[in-house]
């Protein structure tokens, strides 16, 4: 079974500063793995994807974010944060063809991004 | 492109009512899913198609939920009869080839 781990319930930053939301992923074959961004009352916004290639992706409105297999991670991280980035942010993940996986996403718990004018 | 559609964005029923939940994916994408948001639980897949066709329903609570998908341009998910615990917000995701998957606004579902 597939599963996410975002560790951390909230992360608060002030506006300017790096931000960095954790996620750990467990998959029996090759992972592919997303980030969703969710503002209030509103659906999940996709803002970027790991399938294979590079290990550093970048994705919409400056994010992006590091595959590490060996500590099977995919950290979320942008430079500068804004104000506007303050929302729910989910780790997703499933398994690629290879491993022969459904095609459902598998979400994390999210983290509440706060960013501190 | 519209995106996904999800109509009704609210609905508040009673207890042991019929509700209808329905979808629109977004032209040419051959997956539909359907996932609940709980505060408890998170993100849950409950069911999701290929080309119409229902490939993986283990996620659906139980026998009061069925899903349909008579053709690619429409969904539906019916809770009969609902009951207070089926309160959560239902989402409706399409995406093409199983990859990046699109989701709609949502139904915020209240069951009194």
């Known amino acids: 079974a597939q599963s996410v781990a975002q560790p951390e319930d909230q992360v608060n930053v002030a506006e300017g500063n790096p931000l960095t939301v954790k996620c750990t992923y467990s998959?029996?074959?090759?992972?592919?793995l997303f980030w969703y961004v969710q503002y209030p009352n509103r659906g999940l916004q996709f803002l970027l994807k790991?399938?294979?290639?590079?290990?550093l992706v970048k994705g919409s409105y400056g994010f992006e974010a590091e595959f590490n297999k060996s500590q099977t991670s995919f950290h979320l991280k942008k430079p500068s944060a804004l104000v506007s980035d303050s929302a729910l942010y989910f780790c997703?993940?499933?398994?690629?063809?290879?491993?022969?996986?459904?095609?459902?996403?598998?979400f994390g718990k999210g983290t509440h991004l706060i960013i501190q004018p | 492109d519209a995106g996904v559609i999800q109509s009704p964005r609210h609905e508040v029923t009673e207890m042991g009512q019929e509700v209808t939940l329905r979808c629109k994916p977004i032209?040419?994408?051959?997956?539909l899913f359907w996932y609940r948001q709980t505060m408890m639980r998170g993100l849950e897949l409950l069911i999701y198609?290929?080309?119409?066709?229902?490939?993986?329903d283990s996620g659906m609570p139980e026998d009061r939920f069925s899903a349909k998908m008579p053709n690619a341009s429409f969904s539906t998910l019916k809770i009969q009869p609902s009951e207070p615990r089926d309160s959560a917000v239902y989402f409706c995701?399409?995406?093409?080839?199983?990859?990046?998957?699109?989701f709609g606004p949502g139904t915020r579902l209240l069951v009194l």
């Open positions: 790991y399938i294979t290639g590079d290990n």
């Open positions: 198609f290929n080309n119409n066709v229902p490939i993986d």
């Open positions: 995701a399409s995406s093409f080839l199983a990859e990046t998957q699109y």
């Open positions: 997703a993940v499933r398994e690629g063809y290879s491993g022969g996986g459904a095609d459902g996403l598998t």
């Open positions: 998959v029996s074959g090759n992972p592919y």
């Open positions: 032209s040419g994408h051959d997956y």
